[in-house]
């Protein structure tokens, strides 16, 4: 080489740096863009409802009747349009959700008592039910959200074509000895 054709430390220049940079700067949008595209669902199937629940004195026949007939007027003023979690606020005995207008956040499967847990995994969205009794006391309850996983989906599909089945025995049963 000659002199004139060596290259000196002004002429040269380290583009590396620019390049890894741009590198980082890609993986960085590439991070960003899968996170926003791709759709969070949780492991577990879960439910969000809310319940006003009204306790009574199990050896107490009029206590019971007190509270079934005001979780029935309860009911009748959310039907005629009155706010739920205000009247969840004000009447329920539940310390945990009164607070938050009744509001028991999400809730994996098996986490209620029988009679809740099928109400609350069976009911139309955003439906206020009839008046339930668990051994906690009666509640009405209202589904906000529920996420089922597809193996429980297809868990609670087997179940429904096995009950089908044999609801359909049944019926055939029932015919054959009627004639």
């Known amino acids: 080489m000659s002199?004139?054709?060596?290259?000196?430390?002004?002429?040269a220049v380290d583009?590396?740096?620019?390049?890894w940079g741009g590198i980082g700067i890609l993986?960085?949008?590439?991070?960003?863009?899968?996170?926003?595209?791709s759709e969070q669902k949780p492991p577990v199937s879960s439910v969000r409802a809310e319940h006003i629940l009204i306790t009574f004195d199990r050896a107490d026949p009029n206590d019971r009747a007190n509270a079934l007939e005001l979780l029935q007027e309860l009911r009748d003023r959310i039907?005629?349009?009155?706010?739920?979690?205000?009247?969840a606020r004000r009447y329920s005995d539940d310390p945990f959700s009164a607070a938050r207008?009744?509001?028991l956040n999400y809730h994996p499967k098996g986490s209620f008592d029988d009679n809740f847990e099928d109400y609350v995994w069976?009911?139309?969205l955003n439906e206020l039910s009839e008046i339930i009794q668990t051994n906690h006391g009666f509640h009405l309850i209202r589904v906000v959200d529920r996420y089922v996983t597809d193996a429980d989906a297809y868990e609670m599909e087997l179940e429904r074509r096995v009950h089908g089945d044999q609801m359909d025995e049944e019926e055939a049963d029932s015919a054959i000895t009627e004639e």
């Open 3 to 11: 002199d004139s054709e060596q290259i000196t430390p002004e002429s």
């Open 15 to 19: 583009r590396t740096k620019w390049i």
């Open 27 to 37: 993986v960085l949008v590439m991070v960003i863009l899968i996170y926003v595209t």
């Open 79 to 87: 039907e005629d349009g009155e706010n739920f979690r205000r009247l």
């Open 101 to 103: 207008g009744g509001d």
């Open 122 to 124: 069976n009911a139309p």
